[in-house]
């Protein structure tokens, strides 16, 4: 089997015979997804740093991958002897891989990277880098294909109807409203490529991404109709009729390129969502409009109808996290249990719920150092038992057909310390501190982060990952275009009725334990009043808070009243759906403080 320094020295030869200097690899793929399909996991492929984000580099004598501080202590492992340097940023929007390249590749030489997989925006940024250093981009050829023996195809899974009792909305009526926006922009035609966007506005689900029900594809919005590029086979003939019914027809995935290069008239793309070879791929003759999907704003306000649906899955899957802390607290220091086990016993209690579909990503479960892992990943080489005294970290969630769901609880094990303890509580506050958060409509993310810190901020106490992220409908657990961090946000990430988001603060301390709390939260109404239009958030997430890691004292009365009113509605909503051991763990920890 190659190794790692052999697949990178194949690199290096396919660089020299092309002339260039230098490969930037992304972990992107044509789509801009955050799950890959392992066709585009090429950065993985080839440097052994498997972390969701990351951007490799190699050049005749450097090799290195740029990782953010939730990938730390992962990549110095998996990059050990590899040969592989880690180039620490602070976040993923971090752009000091486009000075280091600036700084070190010489007037004259070349850049190369794969087009395809390359962002528009993310392109533009890279131009602004080398072009006053003289240096060339190369964005025409794929190197990775050259040299990837094996690489897997497309994804074939089938595309499926999302059903009209979990879609209130019909496909044309959105596609209706889409059009109405591209109107709007004074565009003609409109093309996409995020898989979230194009199920959305279809009505359709698929399996091609690993927890994302979406399927590999392009689209193109037309005045009188909409074209679906799709591989052939993953739509059968009835839900093609359907779909021909609202005046959308299907063509190869492979016809996109040769389709765009055909076009005549004004087109809308949004340039942080397309990629730079599907742009350069517009005839010359078109006029383009860059502007967000109108798909991405629309998909980010659930419906009143979709939001009801929520509430349901949220009910279902509270009910599934009652089963499985139920047989935890029965079997924890008694029975061998590993992290391992938490994935398995978690996702079998979601399976046993209706409507359920598939994990919504990879359930991190990590016991005292390993909680510390914002993204840690027990595997079977390398995980921990639970057992004896500390806190175990769980972040999981649910694809149903109703809902997407995302929660992270952390529980006692044996008898937490007095410092744990206190952690556990100040991340508390940051939650409840941003959940009970009232605020103009159209309030930027950087003001509602520092609500969520501010508890942790008061003993010099920070966290490096964002306080929360937009969650889809049945779609991506993490979802655009808004969020809650510390990042100079888009215009459109601005808080607006309907959004689910998460609040999840937290506190890592390298080899002894993390803390995080994770709620969903939904944009509702407050008040319209001569100050402005008032949102605030309805907690969507149904599970109790272990109240064995908290530390009374340094709660406020507010606090205790919002903490054990949030129980009494755990309680009231899920007891209906359990019973035996089930329901006594639910009454039990869903008692007032």
């Known amino acids: 089997m190659d190794t790692i320094p052999q697949r990178i020295a194949s690199l290096r030869a396919a660089m020299k015979n092309a002339g260039v200097d230098a490969c930037l690899v992304p972990s992107s793929d044509p789509h801009l997804s955050e799950y890959l399909p392992k066709r585009w996991q090429a950065r993985r492929w080839l440097s052994g740093f498997t972390g969701s984000m990351g951007t490799l580099i190699v050049s005749a004598d ?7 501080s939730r990938y730390w202590v992962q990549a110095e492992q998996e990059l050990a002897g590899s040969g592989v340097q880690l180039m620490k940023i602070d976040t993923a929007a971090s752009s000091l891989h486009l000075q280091w390249l600036a700084d070190t590749l010489k007037s004259g030489q070349t850049l190369a990277v794969d087009g395809d997989s390359l962002g528009l ?28 023996p094996g690489r897997p195809a497309l994804p074939a899974a089938a595309v499926y109807q999302h059903d009209a009792a979990h879609a209130p909305e019909s496909r044309a009526a959105k596609l209706a409203r889409v059009r109405e926006a591209m109107r709007a922009a004074g565009a003609d035609r409109h093309f996409l490529s995020t898989l979230d966007d194009i199920a959305w506005l279809f009505n359709l689900r698929g399996a091609d991404v690993n927890y994302n029900p979406v399927f590999i594809a392009h689209a193109l919005i037309e005045a009188d109709g909409a074209t679906l590029f799709v591989a052939p086979g ?23 390129k040769p389709t765009l290069a055909a076009l005549s008239g004004t087109l809308l793309i949004d340039p942080r969502r397309v990629t730079l070879g599907l742009r350069q791929a517009v005839a010359d003759a078109v006029t383009v409009i860059e502007a967000i999907n109108p798909s991405t704003l629309m998909k980010s306000r659930k419906s009143a109808a979709e ?16 089963e499985f802390f139920a047989w935890f607290e029965a079997n924890v220091n008694r029975a061998r249990i590993t992290e391992l086990t938490i994935d398995e016993e978690i996702t079998a209690a979601r399976a046993r719920r209706p ?15 390993n909680g510390a892992l914002p993204h840690y990943h027990a595997t079977p080489e390398a995980h921990s038992e639970i057992r004896g005294d500390g806190l175990l970290l769980i972040d999981s969630g649910g694809q149903y057909l ?4 995302d929660i992270t609880r952390v529980v006692a094990v044996g008898t937490p310390s007095a410092e744990q303890k206190r952690d556990f509580t100040l991340v508390l506050k940051g939650t409840m501190a941003l959940s009970m958060a009232h605020f103009p409509r159209g309030t930027l993310s950087p003001m509602l982060d520092a609500l969520a810190r501010a508890p942790l901020w008061q003993h010099d106490i920070d966290f490096g990952h964002g306080t929360g992220h937009g969650v889809g409908y049945f779609l991506n657990v993490h979802e655009g275009p808004q969020s809650i961090s510390r990042a100079v946000p888009e215009a459109h990430m601005a808080m607006q009725e309907g959004m689910i988001t998460s609040i999840e603060p937290g506190v890592y301390r390298a080899g002894q334990w993390g803390v995080r709390i994770e709620n969903l939260v939904l944009n509702v109404a407050s008040e319209q009043n001569q100050f402005g239009d008032f949102l605030k958030f309805e907690t969507l997430t149904l599970c109790p808070i272990d109240r064995r890691c908290i530390e009374p004292s340094l709660l406020t009365r507010p606090e205790i009243a919002w903490l054990n009113g949030y129980h009494a509605e755990v309680r009231a909503r899920l007891l209906p759906l359990v019973d035996g051991a089930a329901r006594d763990w639910l009454l039990a920890n869903t008692e007032a403080l």
């Open 62 to 68: 450097f090799a290195g991958v740029w990782a953010d």
């Open 121 to 148: 925006a993310a392109a533009k940024a890279l131009q602004a880098a080398l072009a006053p250093r003289g240096i060339t981009l190369r964005a025409d050829i794929d190197l990775i294909d050259a040299i990837y």
């Open 234 to 256: 993953k739509i059968d003939a009835a839900l093609a009729a359907q779909l021909a019914a609202d005046g959308v027809r299907q063509a190869d995935y492979a016809q996109t």
């Open 307 to 322: 939001a009801e649906h929520v509430r349901r899955a949220m009910e279902q899957d509270g009910a599934a996290l009652a």
């Open 355 to 369: 409507g359920f579909v598939s994990p919504s990503f990879g359930t991190i479960a990590g016991f005292n150092a």
């Open 402 to 405: 109703g809902g997407t769901t």
